[in-house]
């Protein structure tokens, strides 16, 4: 892939991923500038084979830098015949590299050289060099045509190495001059090297040869592979039909090495992976094939053994059995634990579970042992070492240390001090405040299509929504990608009455004029209104905004002492959300309002769910509140959660929301499948059309309001008597439901598995995402919430596969048609995840559709 100058940066939400995925490396996620241009390099570990002056010396040849005379240029005119000139960088740890970058030499416009080929070599040791080669073999890369343009080369595949040579390459000889960088991150397995046996042919019945060899293996090859890394290292995981592959123009089996078990002795292969220290390993993770089908099972036992140094292997190995699965033949991570074993090398030897046995990646979860690797120099005398983990490390710097840590002491108590003294204050001016906030309801926004948000996430402060990192991502997508945060840089400021915290009271727009053609984001145009228990987010459009324009709110006020608490269903960072049962709201609620459990009686005990604001809650925590009755008072719909009445005379601020009494729709399904219905029988297929197509009524309306849920699915649909269905919002705040949300760092949570495409990559939330989020929820009803969606699969692979829908080139995993689900009802999903939003059919569409399915059943 050829990207030019401008390459765009990713979200926040890719850029936190390779950090802290733990081992292993996702190669379309790993792509981070590595400090060439930014300067994170130092000088002094860049060197060349020559310079022509001091002022083209190595330290100049940095990607888009016009330092000295604009680049590093060797001495002599590259020869085609003599390639001897190199730019070497040292990164002083192993890098998973992805991406290189060069540029030729400009120096504002008196430059006019460059380089139009190169190639690479790597080293992970300083002594071993390598030729990088891509999956066909070739080893030149094309440069560059002029001296201005930045040109990114993908690497595929990958490579690990700690020191890296760009060596210019001409078709005559001719002076050069060279830019470069490196993109990827660190290679955090540690691996350096894996011994194994060659990889082997297999013929299908139909004469078809499926080549299982490791191509891109970068050791030695014979009878076995020695001192190299390759396709078990390079970040792509195969298929589950291993004659498909990722790549195109490849051959069938490309993805996977797999050996047969006629072929060893012993019944099993034996692989030896040697690591740059003596770490502490707590997993090791294989994929494998499972097509059994056809003769391939992942392997039925594992036996690993350990070594500390260049001694003998330790006697006392770590084994595994798995159960092997013989109905599901998809392909998978298999997770073998290593009890937290010190090892510089490790001996696996896997045993075969059937005919054929085939992997795609092996990563390792470890930690650098707590004790001193250095190398002794080489005149010391040879003293046997043993090495003991309780060894405690120089203490020389224990002073500082202590000096640190007093220093932070001293920080922290300033901290305390401050936010009591705010509190004090808070305290003081509530009354003040409590009226200034109630003059605060009128929202208007500058542009017709913009929304303010009804959020229930912690909002992040404006000088959060840009990259806090040391470095952006390079993501050479299609011309269709939107970067955030130059789109939130390129809409027209906010101001109020206080200063924007990217959750702020009133907003009004400012006087400047927003840039014709600017593509709508929605997260850059809106203004906050967040909520408290940590539930979902709805988007609320400018042309609705006149709910907010009322004085009064359409509840009223209820007798807190009638509430009666009986269990806490969640919480988020400023409030709580409670079951609480009650009597006598039956006069509170509307005569066209039938409310759940009534029954028609009077003073009958009824569930309500009330959501509480905190009293430590921020002001504008308590503005959001109010700002969220208002909206929820004017939502009528016999299929969403109505507001009730609200607690605000004093604190805490409380509103009440009906509550169904058989809970959540995905604990209620999930129920079903154990044997205890709690309907009095188990739903058919009927029933789960029927409250499929109340989902869709709810979304219906709150699409005709223009109204974005943004966290549609089933954790947030409470289910009542005789199946009916109503849409929440606050499944976020149950821990029950935590392993459904994606953290970014210091940021908020996403529910990445329900998300489109779109949300993830562009950060475009709209009643099309909505759409999408309903076919996975339709998804979950069908399956009777047995399982997350996509549960196959890691959040860093859902990731990427939303980036497959983004490529839009056929490679997109889609979630299965469930057991109990129609064809026509599945084909109703597939048409919520079609690429093209304006390809997917709206609400009105949806509803009609499974009614119709309904009528036909």
């Given at each position: 892939q050829d990207t030019r100058r401008d390459a765009p940066t990713v979200p926040m939400l890719l850029m936190k991923m390779c950090s802290s995925h733990p081992a292993g490396v996702i190669a379309a996620v790993c792509r981070y500038p590595l400090g060439m241009s930014g300067g994170h390099i130092p000088d002094e570990d860049i060197s060349a084979s020559s310079h022509w002056s001091d002022s083209t010396a190595a330290k100049y040849g940095?990607?888009?830098?016009?330092?000295?005379?604009?680049?590093?240029?060797?001495?002599?005119?590259?020869?085609?015949?003599?390639?001897?000139?190199?730019?070497?960088?040292?990164?002083?740890?192993?890098?998973?590299?992805?991406?290189?970058?060069?540029?030729?030499?400009?120096?504002?416009?008196?430059?006019?050289?460059?380089?139009?080929?190169?190639?690479?070599?790597?080293?992970?040791?300083?002594?071993?060099?390598?030729?990088?080669?891509?999956?066909?073999?070739?080893?030149?890369?094309?440069?560059?045509?002029?001296?201005?343009?930045?040109?990114?080369?993908?690497?595929?595949?990958?490579?690990?190495?700690?020191?890296?040579?760009?060596?210019?390459?001409?078709?005559?000889?001719?002076?050069?001059?060279?830019?470069?960088?490196?993109?990827?991150?660190?290679?955090?397995?540690?691996?350096?090297?894996?011994?194994?046996?060659?990889?082997?042919?297999?013929?299908?019945?139909?004469?078809?040869?499926?080549?299982?060899?490791?191509?891109?293996?970068?050791?030695?090859?014979?009878?076995?592979?020695?001192?190299?890394?390759?396709?078990?290292?390079?970040?792509?995981?195969?298929?589950?039909?291993?004659?498909?592959?990722?790549e195109y123009h490849v051959w069938p089996g490309y993805d996977y090495v797999g050996w047969r078990n006629e072929s060893t002795a012993g019944g099993y292969v034996e692989i030896t992976f040697e690591f740059d220290r003596i770490r502490n390993f707590t997993a090791m993770k294989v994929h494998c094939n499972n097509m059994f089908a056809k003769g391939v099972k992942i392997f039925k036992e594992v036996q690993c053994y350990f070594r500390a140094d260049t001694s003998e292997w330790e006697p006392s190995a770590v084994s595994s059995v798995l159960v092997l699965d013989d109905v599901n033949p998809s392909a998978r991570f298999v997770t073998v634990p290593l009890l937290h074993r010190m090892a510089s090398a490790i001996k696996c030897q896997y045993y075969f579970a059937d005919t054929w046995m085939m992997f795609s990646e092996i990563t390792f979860q470890s930690d650098a042992a707590m004790y001193n690797n250095s190398v002794p120099p080489a005149d010391a005398p040879v003293v046997p070492t043993t090495y003991d983990p309780t060894l405690k490390v120089d203490d020389s710097n224990t002073r500082i240390l202590i000096g640190c840590l007093v220093a932070i002491i001293f920080i922290l108590v300033a901290i305390i001090v401050i936010i009591l003294w705010r509190q004090f204050w808070q305290k003081m001016l509530e009354k003040a405040s409590r009226r200034m906030l109630d003059d605060e309801m009128t929202v208007s926004l500058s542009l017709p299509s913009e929304s303010s948000m009804f959020n229930h996430n912690h909002s992040s402060s404006s000088s959060e929504q840009e990259s806090s990192s040391t470095y952006d991502r390079i993501f050479p997508l299609g011309p269709d990608y939107q970067e955030p945060s130059r789109l939130i840089r390129k809409l027209p400021e906010f101001t109020s009455g206080e200063e924007d915290t990217g959750c702020s009271g009133p907003a009004k727009p400012s006087q400047a004029s927003v840039p014709e053609g600017v593509p709508h984001y929605a997260e850059a145009d809106i203004v906050n209104l967040q909520g408290v228990t940590g539930g979902n987010t709805y988007s609320v459009p400018a042309l609705t905004m006149d709910l907010l324009s009322g004085k009064d709110v359409a509840v009223e006020e209820f007798p807190r002492k009638l509430l009666t608490f009986k269990e806490k269903l969640g919480e988020g960072q400023f409030g709580e959300v409670h079951l609480c049962e009650v009597e006598g709201m039956e006069k509170f609620t509307g005569k066209d309002f039938a409310l759940e459990g009534l029954d028609g009686s009077l003073n009958h005990p009824v569930l309500v769910a009330v959501k509480m604001l905190r009293a430590d809650a921020n002001k504008n925590a308590r503005n959001d509140f109010l700002k969220e009755i208002k909206i929820m008072s004017r939502l009528k719909d016999p299929n969403i959660i109505r507001l009730l009445a609200v607690c605000?005379?004093?604190?805490?601020?409380?509103?009440?929301?009906?509550?169904?009494?058989?809970?959540?729709?995905?604990?209620?399904?999930?129920?079903?499948?154990?044997?205890?219905?709690?309907?009095?029988?188990?739903?058919?297929?009927?029933?789960?059309?029927?409250?499929?197509?109340?989902?869709?009524?709810?979304?219906?309306?709150?699409?005709?309001?223009?109204?974005?849920?943004?966290?549609?699915?089933?954790?947030?649909?409470?289910?009542?008597?005789?199946?009916?269905?109503?849409?929440?919002?606050?499944?976020?705040?149950?821990?029950?439901?935590?392993?459904?949300?994606?953290?970014?760092?210091?940021?908020?949570?996403?529910?990445?598995?329900?998300?489109?495409?779109?949300?993830?990559?562009?950060?475009?939330?709209?009643?099309?995402?909505?759409?999408?989020?309903?076919?996975?929820?339709?998804?979950?009803?069908?399956?009777?919430?047995?399982?997350?969606?996509?549960?196959?699969?890691?959040?860093?692979?859902?990731?990427?596969?939303?980036?497959?829908?983004?490529?839009?080139?056929?490679?997109?995993?889609?979630?299965?048609?469930p057991v109990l689900c129609p064809d026509s009802v599945y084909k109703l999903m597939l048409s919520c995840w079609r690429r093209d939003t304006k390809d997917r059919p709206s609400f009105q569409d949806i509803h009609r559709l499974l009614q119709d399915s309904a009528s036909e059943e």
């Open positions: 940095r990607l888009d830098s016009e330092g000295g005379d604009g680049a590093w240029c060797p001495k002599t005119p590259v020869d085609p015949n003599d390639l001897k000139e190199f730019l070497q960088i040292d990164l002083h740890a192993l890098h998973f590299i992805t991406l290189v970058g060069t540029q030729g030499r400009h120096a504002k416009g008196h430059g006019n050289e460059f380089s139009p080929m190169y190639k690479i070599n790597y080293s992970r040791d300083g002594t071993r060099w390598m030729s990088w080669r891509n999956r066909h073999g070739k080893q030149v890369l094309d440069g560059n045509t002029n001296t201005y343009d930045i040109v990114l080369k993908d690497l595929e595949p990958p490579l690990i190495a700690r020191f890296v040579r760009f060596l210019p390459v001409t078709d005559h000889s001719m002076n050069v001059c060279l830019r470069v960088e490196l993109y990827g991150c660190v290679w955090l397995d540690g691996l350096v090297s894996y011994n194994a046996p060659v990889g082997q042919q297999l013929i299908l019945p139909g004469g078809t040869i499926i080549y299982l060899n490791d191509s891109v293996y970068d050791g030695a090859f014979g009878y076995s592979m020695t001192e190299g890394l390759g396709q078990l290292t390079d970040g792509v995981s195969g298929l589950d039909d291993f004659t498909q592959t990722h605000i005379a004093d604190d805490p601020l409380c509103m009440i929301t009906e509550y169904m009494e058989n809970g959540d729709l995905n604990q209620f399904l999930s129920r079903q499948q154990a044997g205890s219905p709690s309907a009095g029988h188990a739903p058919t297929v009927s029933d789960l059309q029927f409250m499929a197509t109340q989902i869709a009524s709810g979304m219906k309306y709150l699409s005709s309001l223009n109204f974005v849920h943004r966290d549609l699915a089933t954790r947030n649909c409470l289910v009542g008597k005789h199946y009916t269905i109503k849409i929440a919002d606050f499944g976020m705040s149950r821990n029950l439901y935590s392993g459904d949300y994606y953290r970014i760092q210091g940021r908020a949570v996403l529910p990445i598995r329900w998300m489109s495409w779109e949300s993830i990559l562009l950060g475009k939330f709209t009643t099309a995402s909505d759409v999408w989020a309903f076919g996975v929820t339709l998804w979950e009803t069908f399956t009777l919430c047995r399982e997350q969606p996509y549960s196959q699969m890691s959040d860093e692979q859902v990731i990427e596969n939303t980036g497959e829908f983004f490529r839009d080139q056929g490679r997109q995993t889609y979630l299965p048609q």
